[in-house]
């Protein structure tokens, strides 16, 4: 058990289909990543929040992908009329402080398939 | 804009072996350094990481990592390999921005 939950682990979809998967970081962690991997490549990074905030974007977060921490806790991220493009790990990191002194903390993933 | 570098791409090894993994980076300012490996089937744990300090880092598992400032280098290094140590490894940067920005991965295989 990571401690950084994610769900689902997989996610089929079929192209121009809307999916959102969930993530739940470590309890006392204020500070969320959305990272994306995709074969042979190391996880590239998309958003992050502090709290409910969110305090930076990636440019590869097109218009179609949304993310939220409503509460300050778990955190939503949203594809709207998936691509095969889209077919990746989508990844979920928390930390404590600033800049991961207390190190990352990753889930597992959540594999997203775009038929 | 930081980045990191991880030149090889796959590395295979005997068990007892020794290993050395390269990491260079990218970025002007202050770093912290991490090297995180992912076994097969499983989610990114952290190695190591480096913030300030001693330049040689030890971290779980036998691994350590030297930050070598002037060379812009983090590489990983164990000095007898197992084969449980098959996975990938990432090595990972925190510059200016506040998210970690990873290198492309080395696969390593130990052969038994």
């Known amino acids: 058990d990571t401690g950084v939950s994610q769900d689902p682990r997989h996610k089929i979809t079929k192209r121009g289909q809307n999916v959102t998967f969930r993530c739940d970081p470590i309890?006392?962690?204020?500070?969320l990543y959305w990272y994306r991997q995709t074969l042979g490549q190391g996880p590239e990074f998309l958003t992050y929040f502090q709290n409910e905030a969110q305090l930076e974007k990636s440019r590869l977060l097109s218009d179609r992908f949304s993310a939220e921490r409503p509460k300050g806790s778990f955190s939503t991220l949203e594809i709207q009329r998936t691509e095969q493009g889209d077919s990746a790990m989508y990844l979920c990191?928390?930390?404590?402080?600033?800049?991961?002194?207390?190190?990352?903390?990753f889930g597992s993933g959540t594999r997203l398939t775009v038929v | 804009a930081q980045s990191v570098s991880q030149h090889n791409h796959h590395v295979i090894l005997s068990e007892a072996a020794s290993l050395e993994l390269g990491c260079n980076y990218s970025y002007g300012g202050t770093v912290n350094l991490f090297w995180y490996v992912q076994y097969p089937g499983q989610h990114l744990q952290l190695l190591l990481k480096?913030?300030?300090?001693?330049?040689l880092v030890k971290g779980i598992k036998g691994f350590e990592a030297e930050f070598i400032k002037s060379k812009f280098s983090f590489n990983l290094r164990k000095p007898s390999v197992q084969w449980s140590d098959t996975a990938e490894y990432f090595c990972?940067?925190?510059?200016?921005?506040?998210?970690?920005?990873f290198g492309s991965g080395t696969q390593l295989t130990v052969l038994p």
């Open positions: 309890s006392e962690h204020n500070r």
């Open positions: 990972a940067v925190t510059g200016s921005a506040r998210q970690l920005t």
């Open positions: 480096y913030f300030s300090g001693d330049p």
């Open positions: 990191a928390s930390s404590l402080a600033a800049g991961g002194s207390d190190g990352y903390t």
